[in-house]
């Protein structure tokens, strides 16, 4: 499945619902808000939203500071 991943193409295998894609990159437990082809998706549905192929995703990390 290829996806547009923050504005770049990216090619994933076994990567089926946002969720999968989270871990896939590492950022599980993390702080982040997951967009959807323009729409966000809560963490409560990541295990439930699937992605296709073409889909564009944008993850945004918190970070803390002061």
Known sequence: MNILL???DTALDDV???HDLVVHL??????IAVERNGDIVPRSQHAQAPLADGDRIEIVVAVGGG
Do not use: I
């Open 16 to 18: 089926r619902t946002v």
């Open 6 to 8: 923050n504005g770049t």
């Open 26 to 31: 590492g950022y599980e437990g993390k702080r």
